[in-house]
């Protein structure tokens, strides 16, 4: 199966700030990559696919990047509602994969 | 508007069954292929199994291959989930999950939380 890890695991930020969360592949995915944004008590919401596709309905400020194994999420200024976790998940292949999470928090 | 609400959970003795179930509604259910994900306590998220809309195509992780069993009633706009042999590692809130691109979740339920507990 393909591991997938995430750097940081968490970090501190303010509203207004630049953030970017890496994400790497244990074997090359091409651009199978997807985002999510997961808030306390609720359920995963599709972000970015495609490693760099934004989701109907999902702000600007989020962007992602990369290809093969190393690849980034940004949020370009960070708003209130940003605060949360945000995983990456391979769909190259099965078993589809999530990354262990980055928590965004308050600073 | 897509719904998915899952249901069924609670409390388990190891070595128990329990059956989920996922209804659907606000899309052609019967178009998609559905999955099943789990989210431990505090911990991060592992995907379950999935299953092809005609249900010709079922996959599992190897953590549950073999204890659970992942169904659809596409007349029902129902998914399920079949756990037999539960362990206290199956605890975790268990997502429904519409697969809109190729294993790909764009919409998921809130959650059923399954405890696994003597």
């Known amino acids: 199966a393909i591991r997938m890890t995430q750097s940081p695991s968490s970090l501190s930020a303010s509203t207004g700030d630049r953030v970017t969360i890496t994400c790497r592949a244990s074997?090359?995915?091409?651009?199978?990559l997807a985002w999510y944004q997961q808030k306390p008590g609720k359920a995963p919401k599709l972000l970015i696919y495609?490693?760099?596709t934004l989701q109907s309905g999902v702000p600007s400020r989020f962007s992602g990047s990369g290809s093969g194994t190393d690849f980034t999420l940004t949020i370009s200024c960070l708003q209130s509602e940003d605060f949360a976790t945000y995983y990456c998940?391979?769909?190259?292949?099965?078993?589809?994969?999530f990354g262990p999470g980055t928590k965004v928090d308050i600073k | 508007e897509v719904q998915l609400v899952e249901s069924g959970g609670g409390l388990v003795k190891p070595g128990g069954s329990l059956r989920l179930s996922c209804a659907a509604s606000?899309?052609?259910?019967?178009?998609?292929?559905m999955n099943w994900v789990r989210q431990a306590p505090g911990k991060g998220l592992e995907w379950v199994s999935s299953?092809?809309?005609?249900?010709?195509?079922?996959y599992y992780a190897d953590s549950v291959k073999g204890r659970f069993t992942i169904s659809r009633d596409n007349a029902k706009n129902s998914l399920y989930l079949q756990m037999n042999s539960l362990r206290a590692e199956d605890t975790a809130v268990y997502y429904c999950?519409?697969?809109?691109?190729?294993?790909?979740?764009?919409?998921w339920g809130q959650g059923t939380l399954v405890t696994v507990s003597s």
């Open positions: 299953i092809s809309s005609s249900s010709s195509y079922i």
């Open positions: 999950a519409r697969e809109g691109r190729l294993r790909i979740f764009d919409y």
């Open positions: 606000g899309f052609t259910f019967s178009s998609y292929s």
């Open positions: 495609a490693a760099s």
């Open positions: 998940q391979q769909y190259y292949s099965y078993p589809p994969g």
């Open positions: 074997q090359g995915i091409s651009s199978y």
